[in-house]
């Protein structure tokens, strides 16, 4: 584990931002805990060395372009892309389908990096990768600030921390099956 990793890690359990309770995440799983990475995205002084170390990681792969999804990658794909030189744009839902708005627009001459803050299932990842496949441009890679499960997306992939959480459908879910109440704090809503 690096350095990097066990900051990462600290600063979440510092700032209150590993959760415990029963959640229904982004990926429409659910879990015991949470991380609720906006305790570290709300404060500039803590993205910023996050985002040098993913800018850093990818610098050899000369990405021309950051994209994330909205909403909790804009910040961190911002930050990246500022230590990359490069622009940043996002992706986000237009009628319940991912899309590039507000005149952003990719080029098959792109390199896009795609940051993405927490992954689970990589559900939105891939979402943002078939977007830009779809554009033209090439993927150099994918940099994630906490990676929950396991992620192969077939291109270089970097995460600041590998953090393992249990996550169940939820007709398997042991929760749903004690009755206890879920909250959904995460930005994707069906």
Request: aromatic content about 6%; glycine content about 8%.
């Amino acid at each position: 584990m690096t350095n990097a990793k066990i900051d990462l890690e600290s600063l979440l359990e510092e700032r209150g931002a590993l959760l415990g309770g029963h959640f229904r995440l982004s990926s429409g799983r659910h879990s015991d805990r949470f991380v609720q990475k906006f305790r570290i995205l709300e404060d500039p002084e803590l993205v910023e060395p996050l985002a040098r170390a993913i800018a850093d990681e990818f610098r050899a792969q000369r990405p021309t372009v950051v994209v994330s999804a909205a909403i909790g990658g804009i910040i961190l794909g911002y930050e990246v892309a500022r230590h990359l030189g490069t622009k940043a744009i996002f992706v986000e839902k237009e009628n319940g389908v991912p899309a590039l708005r507000r005149s952003f627009a990719l080029s098959a001459s792109d390199r896009a990096l795609i940051v993405e803050d927490v992954v689970t299932t990589g559900l939105s990842v891939r979402e943002v990768m078939a977007l830009v496949s779809q554009s033209g441009a090439s993927i150099a890679g994918v940099g994630i600030a906490v990676l929950r499960g396991e992620a192969d997306f077939g291109v270089p992939t970097y995460a600041l921390l590998h953090l393992p959480m249990q996550s169940y459908d939820p007709s398997d879910c042991p929760q749903c099956r004690a009755a206890e109440p879920v909250t959904e704090p995460g930005s994707r809503r069906s």
